[in-house]
């Protein structure tokens, strides 16, 4: 499934785009366990400090345009 999906992103980060030296993490859903796609370690670390919360995110998105001079 790993070979299938690094194929399928030609072998890219899933949200950032980059193509890290190291492996790239297989990111899931921690509630169905679901695989999802192939994250390099900073995309994937960053979704689980918060903690895959949709509306935390669009907090930060909104702090982040407000700081964005």
Do not use: M, W
């Not at 949200?15 to 695989?35: A, M, R």
């Amino acid at each position: 499934e790993y070979d299938i999906l690094l194929k399928k992103q030609n072998g890219k980060c899933a949200i950032c785009g980059s193509t890290p030296k190291t492996n790239l993490c297989v990111d899931h859903n921690h509630i169905t366990n679901k695989n999802r796609e192939l994250l390099c370690y900073n995309c994937n670390v960053g979704l689980g400090k918060f903690k895959e919360n949709i509306k935390l995110f669009k907090i930060a998105i909104k702090y982040l345009e407000k700081h964005n001079e």
